[in-house]
């Protein structure tokens, strides 16, 4: 068990202030932090003496933020380690699951050290929690499924994960069903389903098959939705039906979902109520070339919102940085969120809902007793951080620095 100590010289955000002209600008102080335990402890101001026997670290007047949670991702599909590749032109969908179902099996083999290879950089970037979709489908099994555990339970005392049981060929082919279960049996946390429509071709079939895997595992469910327009919305509007009878509030997540930016916005404030009344999530990538999930009117409606990197460096794209903050700064500019606390409450689709001052100023992170997760920026606030992205200069899970340097 590490020894207890002192992380001084923090800078902490303490309210909004008005400038002359009435902007707001945030204020911040230098604290001193008391770790024990993996948790902070005692957190004093600037002016307090440590005893001189107590152990000090010094934060060099470096900001602290939440770490971050990178909510979509597939750790098993990414190139990173090996040479550089370019992916193949495709058709449509279909067409570019047929191109990776060619490469799978070539692959599979160095999964782990693909996977590993992501994980550090996600690391790098300040994400300490993991959610990645992985491939189980009747060409190579469970082999994906093996290879991320194993990069997994390497960094286990780093960051947390979860991972999904992802059929991504499809899950009413041949064997998928039996294959998900075998998953779930092997340490899968989740289940996941794919575009019930323009993948499995019967959206009441496919979405009852993933309800009742989640039921017979006592299972959380995350599906990817690409389907799009009234399809899509049809789609995340029967799925509430089938969380509802199940009662499978707070354990359901739908990703991408554009579909719901689609549809005009009375419904998209109808399924915005329905999914805050059953806990569903929404985890979306803002992605640049397709329409998004109106993410204001479902925060505005209190549905929880993450984001994520998703797949990057593979045989779908070649871009990424596996950068979760970059992901807020593209919704931050896409929709001319540039005021200070706008910016600054962005940080929490980062987060997983955590940031520094609620929206009226109030410190509401880092409290004693929280978990001592942090990453320290070169930064004055959450807003120049969201605007600027500063380099992750150390990353801090349960008191342990695990990237960077301090």
């Known amino acids: 068990m590490a020894?207890?100590?002192?992380?001084?010289?923090?800078?902490?955000?303490?309210?909004?202030?008005?400038?002359?002209?009435?902007?707001?600008?945030?204020?911040?102080?230098?604290?001193?932090?008391k770790i024990e335990n993996g948790k902070i402890v005692e957190k004093q101001k600037h002016s307090f003496k440590i005893p001189a026997e107590e152990k000090v670290v010094d934060g060099k007047e470096l900001l602290a933020i939440p770490t971050f949670k990178e909510m979509h991702n597939h750790l098993d599909k990414t190139y990173l380690s090996l040479d550089w590749k370019a992916c193949k032109p495709s058709k449509n969908l279909a067409d570019r699951l047929r191109l990776e179902a060619l490469e799978l099996e070539k692959l599979a083999p160095t999964t782990k050290q693909r996977a590993s290879n992501m994980i550090e950089l996600l690391l790098s970037n300040g994400v300490t929690h993991i959610r990645t979709h992985v491939n189980i489908d009747p060409?190579?099994?469970?082999?994906?499924?093996?290879?991320?555990?194993?990069?997994?339970?390497?960094?286990?005392?780093?960051?947390t994960y979860e991972i999904v049981a992802f059929p991504q060929h499809g899950l009413l082919r041949e064997n998928v069903i039996p294959l998900m279960k075998e998953a779930m049996r092997s340490g899968a946390h989740l289940v996941g389903g794919l575009d019930p429509a323009g993948i499995d071709h019967n959206i009441e079939k496919s979405l009852f098959e993933v309800m009742n895997l989640a039921t017979e595992f006592d299972a959380d469910v995350d599906i990817h939705l690409h389907d799009g327009g009234h399809v899509g919305y049809y789609t995340v509007d029967k799925l509430t039906e089938l969380v509802s009878e199940a009662n499978w509030h707070n354990r359901v997540a739908v990703s991408h979902a554009f579909s719901l930016g689609d549809v005009p916005i009375p419904q998209q404030e109808e399924i915005a109520d329905k999914l805050s009344a059953l806990g569903m999530s929404i985890m979306s990538t803002i992605p640049i070339t397709r329409t998004l999930p109106p993410i204001d009117i479902l925060d505005q409606k209190g549905v929880n919102v993450f984001l994520g990197c998703d797949g990057f460096y593979d045989s779908w794209g070649p871009f990424g940085t596996g950068d979760v903050l970059e992901k807020v700064t593209n919704f931050c500019e896409l929709y001319r969120k540039s005021d200070e606390k706008s910016l600054a409450s962005s940080l929490k689709w980062a987060t997983g809902g955590t940031t520094s001052l609620s929206k009226d100023g109030k410190v509401t992170w880092p409290l004693e007793g929280d978990e001592a997760n942090l990453i320290l920026v070169n930064a004055s606030c959450s807003a120049e951080t969201v605007a600027r992205r500063p380099k992750r200069e150390a990353v801090i899970f349960k008191g342990k620095v695990v990237s960077g340097e301090i």
């Open 3 to 33: 020894l207890p100590y002192w992380l001084t010289n923090v800078r902490l955000e303490t309210g909004f202030v008005k400038d002359e002209k009435g902007a707001d600008e945030t204020s911040t102080e230098l604290f001193h932090l």
């Open 139 to 159: 060409y190579i099994g469970l082999k994906n499924l093996e290879g991320v555990k194993a990069a997994l339970e390497d960094y286990s005392d780093k960051l």
